[in-house]
């Protein structure tokens, strides 16, 4: 009876996991929501239509729960927990196989050599070097006769740098057996190329320390308003810490926007207590950021300075930006300001929206290996696949927090997703029907029909403070004069951008339009209705960032709609975006309305019709 019951039980379960690695959850079964939180941490989200979800494993979503101290076991466990059906033990053979190969692979302290500076010279340099060193011996010429082992690694006898050193790491008599050795200058490189081949490389060589920077965080900010660090932001910045031994002082925290991800970054300063570099994505975070410190730590603005196109000063804090580090003076040429990297003895580097990391920042990332790094995102998600060099070269994910379990808490909004399709004018069917594909696209995003609909929107929202946010600077510009508002683009110059954004903060504005520059680290804490009337083909990175406007704690409902064109390729490129949102468990409501008259019922509220897509 009892074994008759417990069958009855597990088919009530969301799972259903198959031998080619995908997972399907289904939503409407009566534990989807705890399993969903379950699998956020090992799993990546494929599709999310409306009855079933499609996860897949894949080792660098194994490699990033390694990395964060989820063991294999543990997501074993979950889907045996979870699964209607037998867990195909194919399945968990290969996450235990493949979560182990994190770590078979160690990078230690090797002592330097001295070597003459030049052919013939007496006078010598030291140069230094690390070891790559592994407890398997199949692994080891397997590394050995790969591409990657011949180029750069050369076979070796290992010799300690201190008995104390082996102690700490641990090191094995496997691990002195089969020992290669590399320039340090290599580390980077190396790690990138092994994770190519699908070695992910445990980094276990110590951080330097940098220049030392006494400060501290404050009880009451500057402001006079009380301030203390909440629990998991405290847990997050200890995870990058740590003892401050090997193996620590690098890695990732994704938290959702409005989590406090700068409180984040600025407890992990206080407790490194050292010169720090902060990089992020435009010069309004970095006087945001600037404005935090002061405010919440005891650093003084004489302490800190900005390094972008406007002002190039370098001080024991400096905030910069990805695009003042990727200028050029000639498509070809050297990166001058590359050379930000190495002119202070940084202790800490801070990437903010590390998602965002340009691919030629990987290049100088690569080669300052020693120094103590944290990336901040909301998302892992890169639309350029690049999401790899941030595993290996920032650092692997340390520390996330579901969305849904911030918002349950109150540190986050709660937020209500409500999607508006609305037809195409007849007028334009023919001129859609026989362009390309990213014209369709650029059609569908523009429809001037979506005006009247943001004003229903905007007069039924009185109280709110509104945030309209699309792609095309034209069909904003149109919105913002029907509106009578303000728009901000990337030619708003950065002191008017200043200028309206404190103008939103502090009520004399209630709507703003703003294009695709308000995505990332833009703090506008009181808003809490974003209209999104146009966006990057199917971009789950960009749904994060713009889902993230409204996400600051209040006392209200945050609603975030997105208008659709009904029956274009809006509608498939929407789906492909609604996958971050169904990852994190929003619900949401569709309205299929003809004119702007069908949306009131929307805007009383109706009842969600089920997840995220399509």
Same mark, same amino acid.
């Given at each position: 009876m009892n074994s008759t019951n417990s069958s009855q039980n597990r088919f009530a379960n969301p799972l259903i996991v198959q031998s080619d690695r995908t997972i399907l959850l289904d939503v409407h079964a009566p534990r989807a929501d705890e399993c969903r939180h379950a699998l956020v941490p090992f799993a990546e989200l494929e599709k999310s239509p409306e009855h079933f979800h499609t996860y897949k494993l894949t080792p660098l979503s194994l490699w990033n729960a390694a990395g964060a101290g989820f063991k294999p076991e543990d997501a074993v466990r979950v889907l045996n927990e979870y699964s209607k059906y037998d867990v195909p033990q194919s399945v968990a053979v290969w996450i235990s196989e493949t979560a182990g190969r994190f770590g078979k692979l160690r990078l230690v302290p090797a002592p330097g050599i001295d070597v003459p500076e030049k052919e013939g010279s007496a006078k010598k340099i030291r140069e230094d070097y690390l070891y790559l060193v592994t407890k398997n011996q199949n692994v080891f010429r397997e590394i050995n006769a790969s591409r990657v082992g011949k180029k750069y690694l050369a076979q070796c006898e290992y010799v300690p740098v201190s008995a104390e050193t082996d102690r700490e790491l641990s090191i094995t008599d496997e691990e002195r057996k089969f020992c290669f050795s590399m320039p340090l200058t290599l580390r980077g490189t190396i790690k990138q190329e092994l994770l190519s081949m699908g070695w992910p490389v445990k980094d276990d060589v110590p951080m330097s320390d940098g220049e030392p920077l006494e400060f501290s965080l404050r009880a009451t900010t500057a402001a006079g308003k009380p301030f203390s660090v909440r629990q998991y932001q405290s847990e997050a910045a200890d995870s990058i810490v740590g003892d401050k031994g090997a193996g620590t002082g690098f890695g990732t925290i994704v938290l959702p926007c409005g989590a406090g991800k700068t409180i984040v970054g600025m407890a992990t300063m206080a407790l490194l207590k050292t010169s720090t570099l902060i990089i992020t994505t435009n010069i309004s975070a970095v006087h945001q950021w600037i404005d935090e410190l002061v405010d919440k730590t005891t650093l003084t603005r004489e302490q800190i300075s900005e390094y972008t196109g406007e002002s190039k000063t370098i001080k024991p804090v400096t905030v910069a930006t990805y695009q003042i580090l990727t200028w050029r003076p000639e498509k070809d040429g050297p990166y001058p300001h590359f050379s930000l990297f190495r002119q202070r003895n940084w202790g800490l580097i801070v990437y903010d929206e590390v998602h965002m990391l340009p691919a030629p920042v990987f290049r100088v990332v690569a080669e300052i290996q020693a120094v103590r790094r944290i990336g901040l995102t909301a998302t892992l998600v890169r639309e350029d696949g690049c999401e790899g060099h941030v595993f290996s070269l920032v650092g692997p994910k340390r520390y996330d927090v579901p969305w849904k379990d911030l918002e349950h808490s109150g540190f986050i909004a709660t937020a209500e997703c409500i999607e508006v399709k609305v037809p195409l004018p007849e007028s334009m069917e023919i001129e859609y029907a026989v362009a390309d594909q990213r014209k369709?696209?650029?059609? $569908?995003?523009?429809? !001037?029909?979506? /005006?009247? @609909?943001?004003?229903?929107?905007? /007069?039924?929202?009185?109280?709110?403070?509104?945030?309209?946010?699309?792609?095309?600077?034209?069909?904003?510009?149109?919105? $913002?004069?029907?509106?009578?508002? !303000?728009?901000?683009?990337?030619?708003?110059?950065?002191? &008017?951008?200043? /200028?309206?954004?404190?103008? %939103?903060? *502090?009520?004399?504005?209630?709507?703003?339009?703003?294009?695709?520059? #308000?995505? %990332? #680290?833009?703090?506008?804490?009181? $808003?809490?209705? $974003?209209?999104?009337?146009?966006? *990057?083909?199917?971009?789950? +990175?960009?749904?994060? +960032?713009?889902?993230?406007?409204?996400?600051? !704690?209040?006392?209200?409902?945050?609603?975030? @709609?997105?208008?659709? *064109?009904?029956?274009? *390729? &809006?509608?498939?490129?929407? #789906?492909?975006?609604?996958? %971050?949102?169904? &990852?994190?468990g929003y619900s949401y409501r569709i309205a299929r309305c003809e004119t702007e008259d069908d949306l009131d019922d929307e805007l009383s509220g109706g009842a969600a019709i089920g997840y995220c897509g399509q």
């Open positions: 369709k696209h650029k059609i $569908a995003s523009e429809n !001037p029909a979506k /005006e009247s @609909f943001v004003r229903r929107i905007v /007069e039924s929202s009185p109280d709110d403070k509104i945030l309209v946010i699309g792609q095309y600077i034209e069909q904003l510009q149109s919105i $913002a004069q029907m509106l009578g508002c !303000p728009i901000i683009t990337g030619r708003t110059p950065n002191s &008017e951008r200043d /200028e309206i954004y404190r103008k %939103f903060r *502090t009520g004399e504005i209630s709507v703003l339009v703003v294009s695709k520059v #308000a995505n %990332f #680290a833009i703090d506008l804490p009181d $808003a809490s209705v $974003a209209i999104q009337v146009s966006g *990057t083909f199917g971009s789950r +990175q960009e749904e994060a +960032q713009r889902l993230g406007r409204i996400l600051r !704690p209040k006392e209200r409902k945050s609603r975030f @709609f997105t208008l659709i *064109t009904r029956n274009t *390729t &809006e509608e498939d490129f929407g #789906a492909n975006r609604q996958k %971050f949102l169904a &990852e994190q």
